[in-house]
């Protein structure tokens, strides 16, 4: 399976804390993407890093790639209420494939 | 923005009956959609890739006569499961990329919850 693997699985911190996500993966990429999900809900898209960056930001969101590791990871900082979701990491090339996502808590 | 628009958004039907999912592109066109499956604190599973003006390519063991797919217009793509069970009880969730590009980001459906009884 091509499908990476994310940790933690569940993640429960204090509002304005950061929250680290990690993602694996298996195969060389071309970008990897990571993904919010609200409960009950569609995905949306956060952001996109291509193979030859190595940090992205946007808002309050960092994310760094290592392809040597196959790794990414998911930075939020000063995470609010509203940060509480699902994030998914997924790559692939005609196809996405999802890794298996972290369960992100804030606590108020 | 780009929006995707998926209905119903929740469904319970009856063992052996079919459901028809919708998957609207709006102000895109899409050539490409993808259908996804969720099961509950999972991942998302692709089923297949619906293809505008052919055939839908279906993953690996996913019953294409089980889950129809029908990709009638650049902005339109529908899924309908037939002689439903209760173990099809899912989250469906379709996606089109916006820019027809390998890898581009997804744009996607607030998903449909099945249920059936």
């Known amino acids: 399976s091509q499908q990476g693997e994310e940790d933690p699985q569940a993640l429960s911190i204090q509002e304005g804390e950061n929250a680290t996500m990690n993602c694996s993966y298996k195969t060389s990429i071309n970008n990897l993407q990571w993904y919010r999900q609200n409960s009950g809900r569609g995905l949306v898209h956060l952001i996109l890093i291509r193979s030859n960056e190595r940090e992205k930001h946007s808002g309050r969101l960092r994310v760094t790639l290592d392809t040597s590791k196959k790794s990414s990871s998911l930075l939020i900082t000063a995470s609010r209420a509203a940060d509480t979701a699902s994030y998914f990491c997924?790559?692939?090339?005609?196809?996405?494939?999802f890794g298996q996502g972290t369960r992100l808590t804030i606590n108020p | 923005g780009a929006v995707v628009s998926q209905h119903p958004s929740r469904v319970i039907c009856k063992s052996g009956t079919s459901v028809k999912i919708e998957c609207r592109s709006l102000d895109f066109q899409a050539t490409t959609m993808f259908w996804y499956r969720q099961f509950p604190k999972q991942s998302l599973m692709l089923m297949a890739t619906s293809n505008e003006g052919s055939k839908a390519t279906y993953e690996q063991g996913v019953e294409k006569d089980k889950f129809l797919i029908n990709h009638a217009s650049l902005t339109l793509s529908t899924l309908t499961v037939t002689s439903a069970h209760p173990e099809d009880s899912s989250f469906y969730i379709c996606?089109?990329?916006?820019?027809?590009?390998?890898?581009?980001?997804?744009?996607f459906g607030n998903g449909t919850r099945l249920t059936v009884t």
């Open positions: 996606s089109a990329p916006l820019v027809g590009q390998q890898g581009s980001p997804l744009h």
């Open positions: 997924a790559q692939g090339a005609q196809k996405l494939v």
